[in-house]
């Protein structure tokens, strides 16, 4: 998205993201427990669940050098998914659809809907990999 | 080793406790990074490399910056004039540190440390987004990355500051350091009465993140950061990047 277009939402008081429910999002947003719920159960003190530092990773490495460099120098398709873009969006999200989420779960869920939303993702085809990877995780 | 070995003795030790489940979102969260990186939009490596990297990260380097300086005039100086060289003797190199090193500088860049005097107060913000300066003080808080904040400190910083149980006398300026992409900011807050003769361990301990940030000052027995509940925004995000 470029500069322009998202003073012209500003002003318009439009949104900077398609803010359309996303099925598969929704539904983990309805089931998932967060960690903060999984760590009074378990006794856990770390106050972050243990995904936290690699979501960041996949935030940053989603960004390249986007974090670094003023806005208007950002060369348009350098990078996945610009930081200030996503953490607009994400602040967008976070106070609309993912706002009864706690952090950071509502970050990752706003990661999932930029990244649908641009197309980086398909839903069906996350949703197919998150299968796969539950029965994984959970085959021990 | 008797051949009997049953449990109903104490060890001495206990296992620390752990979430034995899976949560839906901890799967997305692989599930995500996988099809990144089958997609290409970076490699295993560099998301491996930077975890470790970012595994190392926290406030310590920062605090001792402050506790050095505060026993040390002539680093002191150091650190006004140049942040990033004076970063170099707590152990944060800001231009080899390993993002540069596989093609994601997201924290090289400038380090200003901004020196508190008795009359003049400094507090950090991004008031676009929510640069820090991960280098040398690890993870932002929650707190940092809200709207709520971010907004709210510029307007009324004095006020903002209150909410974080740091009252400050009228006669106290306080100047708001907005960060950006290119440079970031660690306050240096004046140095607490009651800690002549200290260690620079000892004083390193009570220069939490908090104050870091500049939304606290550092005093003799407080080692922790304040807990404070995170408020939405009233009004609707825009960002007019």
């Known amino acids: 998205m470029s500069a322009s277009s998202n003073d012209a939402n500003a002003e318009n008081g439009e949104m900077l993201i398609d803010a359309t429910p996303i099925p598969l999002l929704r539904s983990i947003q309805a089931h998932g427990r967060v960690w903060e719920d999984l760590a009074a159960q378990y006794g856990v003190t770390n106050p972050d669940p243990p995904w936290k530092i690699t979501l960041e990773a996949t935030c940053d490495l989603l960004a390249g050098d986007s974090c670094v460099k003023p806005y208007d120098q950002v060369e348009p398709g350098s990078c996945a998914l610009p930081s200030l873009e996503r953490r607009a969006e994400e602040d967008e999200l976070s106070a609309t659809l993912y706002e009864d989420v706690p952090f950071p779960e509502r970050q990752l869920l706003a990661l999932a809907h930029s990244m649908i939303a641009r197309g980086l993702l398909d839903e069906a085809e996350l949703a197919s990999r998150m299968e796969v990877v539950g029965q994984r995780f959970n085959s021990a | ?241």
Request: hydrophobic letters at 35%; a negative charge.
């Open chain 2, 1 to 241: 080793m008797s051949d009997h070995h049953d449990h109903d003795h104490d060890h001495g030790h206990k296992p620390a406790p752990m979430v034995d489940e899976v949560s839906h979102f901890e799967i997305l969260e692989m599930a995500v990074r996988e099809l990144a990186i089958e997609k290409g939009l970076f490699t295993a490596e560099d998301h491996r490399t930077w975890v470790e990297y970012v595994h190392t990260l926290g406030p310590t380097p920062a605090a001792r910056l402050v506790a050095k300086a505060w026993l040390d005039p002539e680093y002191k100086k150091l650190c006004e004039a140049d942040g990033v060289e004076a970063s170099k003797a707590v152990g944060v190199n800001w231009g080899t540190s390993p993002p540069t090193q596989f093609g994601t500088p997201s924290d090289y860049c400038n380090l200003r440390v901004l020196v508190d005097t008795p009359t003049v107060k400094h507090v950090v913000v991004c008031s676009l987004c929510s640069c820090y300066p991960r280098p040398i003080l690890g993870q932002s808080p929650e707190w940092y990355r809200t709207p709520n904040y971010r907004r709210r400190l510029v307007r009324w910083p004095r006020q903002v500051l209150t909410e974080f149980g740091l009252q400050l006398p009228s006669e106290v300026t306080i100047r708001v350091a907005d960060s950006n992409q290119k440079t970031r900011y660690i306050v240096m807050p004046v140095r607490p009465e009651g800690t002549e003769g200290w260690t620079e361990d000892q004083l390193t301990e009570i220069v939490t993140r908090d104050c870091l940030i500049g939304v606290a000052v550092p005093k003799p027995g407080i080692t922790t950061n304040v807990k404070l509940p995170v408020r939405k925004a009233i009004h609707p995000v825009h960002h007019d990047h």
